[in-house]
């Protein structure tokens, strides 16, 4: 299955496309003026992506209802409803992956945010069954996620920024992946914006926010100046799911368009002096000079949406794992598993005995907590859960954190059995603390004898790993040369 779409045209003229699978996972960010044209882009991703994948649409200016007319989106008019009925659909939706459009039009600032944070939280709380991916696309993301705090209630603010935070930098793992837009990127929380790797930079005024831009796109700040100049419809984009390189993209054409179109300037009414004052002084309200009037439609109960949500046609209802899932779901477990691989190695070590099993019965016994937690595989062979356990004994159970390199690095230099320990020492010099006992080196060493951990600390030392130094009171202290650390005396 062909997952990727075209969006536009490069300066030569073909045609750019973005890996719609990519970009679920690595999530998207635009930036241009009022007027740059990064509805219109939201949009055209929208269009050519309905196919592929659920759409779920936060849309405070109501511009994107009119995808109903050509497509299957349903649209939840967020003013006609509370936040219980909210959020009620936000589940609902992830239950029967249907696409629509949140339309917070008629609503107030605050309640605008209200209402979007309300929805998003029940995506987000979704059970685990209902992870479903989801492209979840955000305009004017900086109204939700706003970087300082503005003219609304702080409560209000907390709580739609914490919902766009959980979007943006947890959402991945359930499948709900960000596409958000923003007239100003100061304007928007870092931390929101942060979490994106895709780029779509339109025309952009601001000193600030263009030096933004063009930091996120590794420009060099003369380079951004182009970003000044693009005209309407024209963008950089960069990412792993559109260039490598950041490339100059004009965006294609719609099909759906914006129910008012431009407000652009239109022809005055012809009346003479007297017409007008007829017009004006009325006492009947006379026939105006037509313009578009948008008829309101009733208010949908929320029963009666419910149900239309749950009749709308999912995507791939025929595929037990549709394949724009795979990488999505591919990262989600890797995730998952890493926090179970942590959490099990945790429980492990909580009984001090652990250390003295043999290895084979320890490996086995995480086998089995491991399916216990639903993993669908072991997520370690024997050969990485022996290096793991050894680290986790050490103290160090997340390897990947970047705190941890330093002691790593000299800790591989070490025959594997006294990582352990050696790592034991390294985070109590790292963290300022007294030198571990020879109880808890042992247990690390997985020996209760005397003369063996001291044999362990003259290796150590002759290899250069550490340092020793006992003071006039007997008292130790370990020095890592390497990293210039100490811990305590002890
Ligand atoms: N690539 C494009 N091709 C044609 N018209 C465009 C394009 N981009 C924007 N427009 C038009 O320009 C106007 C402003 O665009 P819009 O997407 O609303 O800007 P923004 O959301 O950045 O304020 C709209 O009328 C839109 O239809
Ligand atoms: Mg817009």
């Known amino acids: 299955m062909k997952t990727s779409i075209e969006i536009g045209t490069d300066a030569a003229g073909q045609g750019v496309r973005i890996d719609v699978q990519e970009l679920l996972a690595t999530r998207l960010l635009v930036q241009g003026n009022s007027g740059s044209g990064k509805s219109h882009l939201l949009r055209r991703i929208l269009e050519e992506s309905a196919a592929l994948v659920q759409q779920i649409v936060i849309d405070p200016e109501g511009d994107f209802v009119t995808l109903a007319d050509a497509f299957s989106h349903v649209v939840i008019n967020g003013g006609d409803y509370d936040e219980r009925e909210i959020a009620a659909m936000g589940a609902r939706i992830r239950e029967h992956r249907a696409s629509i459009v949140l339309s917070l039009e008629s609503l107030d600032i605050e309640a605008q945010m209200t209402c979007a944070a309300a929805f998003l939280n029940a995506l987000f709380d979704a059970p685990r069954e209902h992870w479903f991916p989801a492209l979840v696309v955000v305009d004017e993301a900086q109204m939700f996620a706003p970087s300082a705090s503005g003219d609304v209630s702080d409560t209000v603010r907390r709580a739609s920024l914490s919902a766009m935070t959980n979007l943006m930098c947890r959402g991945r793992k359930r499948g709900l992946a960000g596409a958000i837009a923003t007239q100003r990127l100061a304007k928007l929380a870092k931390n929101v914006a942060a979490e994106a790797s895709n780029f779509l930079m339109g025309r952009t005024f601001l000193d600030i926010d263009m030096a933004r831009a063009a930091d996120l796109l590794g420009m060099e700040r003369r380079q951004a100046e182009a970003i000044r100049d693009l005209e309407r419809g024209h963008f950089l984009g960069l990412g792993p799911a559109i260039s490598r390189r950041p490339l100059s993209i004009r965006i294609g054409a719609t099909r759906t368009a914006t129910r008012m179109g431009t407000h652009s300037l239109m022809p005055l009414p012809v009346a003479d002096g007297d017409d007008m004052r007829s017009m004006l002084f009325a006492e009947e309200e006379v026939p105006a000079v037509p313009c578009a009037v948008a008829v309101e439609p009733e208010p949908v109960a929320a029963g009666e949406l419910l149900e239309r949500i749950a009749a709308s046609e999912p995507l791939h209802a025929d595929a037990a794992a549709p394949p724009v899932l795979d990488i999505v779901e591919a990262a989600a477990e890797a995730e998952e598993a ?103 080196l042992g247990r690390a060493y997985g020996s209760r004898s005397p003369g063996r951990i001291r044999r362990l600390i003259d290796y150590m030392e002759k290899q250069g790993a550490i340092v020793v130094r006992a003071d006039f009171g007997g008292r130790r202290s370990i020095g890592i040369p390497e990293l210039g650390l100490s811990t305590e005396a002890e």
């Open 338 to 440: 890493d926090a179970v691989v942590i959490a099990t190695l945790a429980a492990m070590l909580d009984d001090p005995d652990s250390a003295f099993q043999p290895e084979a019965m320890l490996f086995q016994d995480f086998s089995v907590r491991c399916r216990m937690a639903k993993l669908r595989k072991v997520p370690l062979d024997l050969a990485a859960f022996r290096r793991r356990f050894a680290l986790a004994k050490g103290g160090v159970f997340d390897p990947g954190e970047p705190r941890w390199q330093g002691a790593l690095a000299v800790a591989d230099r070490l025959p594997p059995d006294m990582v352990a320990p050696f790592l034991q020492i390294a985070r109590a010099a790292m963290e300022g603390a007294p030198c571990p006992d020879d109880e808890l």
